[in-house]
């Protein structure tokens, strides 16, 4: 079974930038993309982006658009978020996962442990 290992969240003041990494135990031949997604106390998990694996394609939710990167290191199974102008509604815990090229959550196979990113007003 892929696991995803991940880093890189924290607490960052508003206007702030963080960086997130996930990496992958390897790849699987059913790994299309890999995404990020988002969720808040109470609230449904939401897409955040997407990027295929071949690097050439990569989409964002409108609440991020501008402001995240998201990019994947393909020797070393692993996919960055970078989040810069952060906002006190970005924070949530940040999910990675493997799957299909897909803003829903369901299209993804596998998961990471969730990484907590906490921005301050």
């Known amino acids: 079974q892929v696991q995803l290992v991940e880093s890189g969240g924290g607490l960052v003041q508003a206007g702030g930038s963080l960086r997130l990494s996930c990496a992958a135990s390897?790849?699987?031949?059913?790994?299309?993309?890999m995404g990020w997604f988002r969720q808040a106390p109470g609230k449904e998990r939401d897409f955040v982006a997407v990027?295929?694996?071949?690097?050439?394609?990569?989409y964002y939710a409108d609440s991020v658009k501008g402001r995240f990167t998201i990019s994947g290191d393909n020797a070393k199974n692993t996919v960055y978020l970078q989040m810069d102008s952060l906002k006190p509604e970005d924070t949530a815990v940040y999910y990675c996962?493997?799957?299909?090229?897909?803003?829903?959550?369901?299209?993804?196979?596998?998961w990471g442990q969730g990484t907590q990113v906490t921005v301050s007003s």
């Open positions: 996962a493997a799957g299909s090229y897909s803003t829903r959550a369901y299209r993804y196979d596998a």
């Open positions: 390897r790849r699987t031949l059913r790994t299309d993309a």
């Open positions: 990027i295929s694996w071949t690097g050439d394609s990569t």
